[in-house]
């Protein structure tokens, strides 16, 4: 593993590193805050999956999530969003190949070589993380933005006793009905829509639910609510009776103002489950 950088961060440091992973077959990179508390042993785990377009960088740098986790003395781990390089797959649309992996181990080709987000964020790189740094993988939690709230929602309801709480930043809620998600699931995943069921969040919450508190905060003006399809996951969750707190936040769009505005009501949703 290579560490690119190191910087002090609230008490703690923010890292960012580089590794061959075995899922993706690519380099990965990834940011990690460790709070000061990680000098003197391991530390509760929060994930932030991030949306279309970004890389590890802009949620570490944009979402101000370190300041909390620094008062919890949570970690934070901030995965790319796909793998990446000149020999993998890609499209000339943003939210499709590179920077748009949807947190899903791809089955179709050209994608399948390479598209292992799911295996990547799930297996390989808790493991590496509990090997190399001061990290207690038995208390994690999952929050992400867009499509990270996509990858958050799903990873969590299919690997039940994995995450001890789950939160969102206006996900994508409802991707097989939605122009986000269904161009890349049948590219990813084929036309068999049956075996989209498990990477869509309001599917999941109709014929699983989740065993974790769950926390959604989406923006009454966000441009994209549309392809978000909040709705239809409100409706799961009523209809399920899933305890959870789904709350739509007026005047707010899609942008990191909208998720640095409330990280701190995650991170303290979070750490009241991680230390409990
Ligand atoms: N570029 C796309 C939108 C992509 C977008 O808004 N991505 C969100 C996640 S879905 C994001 O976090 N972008 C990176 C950033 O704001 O730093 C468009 O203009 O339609």
């Known amino acids: 593993m290579e560490t690119k950088s190191e910087n002090r961060c609230f008490g703690g440091v923010q890292g960012v590193y580089a590794h061959a992973s075995r899922a993706t077959g690519t380099e990965m990179t990834f ?26 960088e802009n949620a570490m740098t944009k979402a101000g999530a370190q300041a909390f986790a620094a008062e919890h003395g949570i970690a934070l781990c901030f995965p790319d969003t ?64 867009s499509m990270g709230g996509h990858g958050a929602l799903t990873l969590a309801m299919t690997l039940p ?17 939605s122009d986000w998600g269904r161009k890349q699931f049948t590219a990813y995943l084929g036309d068999d829509r049956a075996r989209w069921a498990e990477h869509d969040a309001t599917r999941l919450m109709r014929d699983r639910g989740l065993d974790a508190p769950l926390l959604i905060d989406t923006g009454s003006a966000d441009q994209f609510a549309d392809l978000l399809k909040t709705e239809s996951l409100a409706e799961a969750i009523a209809a399920r009776r899933q ?27 979070h750490a009241e489950a991680l230390w409990a």
């Open 82 to 145: 796909s793998p990446r390089g000149d020999g993998v797959a890609d499209d000339d649309a943003f939210d499709l190949g590179q920077g748009a992996g949807f947190y899903l181990d791809a089955t179709e080709q050209p994608w399948a070589k390479h598209y292992r987000m799911r295996d990547y964020v799930t297996d390989e790189l808790p493991a590496l993380l509990a090997g190399h740094f001061a990290i207690d993988t038995g208390r994690q939690s999952i929050t992400g933005h």
């Open 243 to 269: 305890p959870a707190t789904l709350r739509v936040q007026k005047g707010y769009d899609h942008s990191y103002f909208f998720v640095s505005s409330f990280i701190p009501d995650h991170l303290d949703f």
């Open 161 to 177: 006793g994995r995450f001890r709480s789950v939160s969102a930043f206006s996900p994508i809620c409802h991707p097989s009905e």
């Open 31 to 56: 940011g990690l805050f460790l709070p000061e508390e990680a000098e003197s042993g391991p530390v509760p785990l929060l994930w932030f999956l991030s949306g279309l377009t970004c890389t590890h």
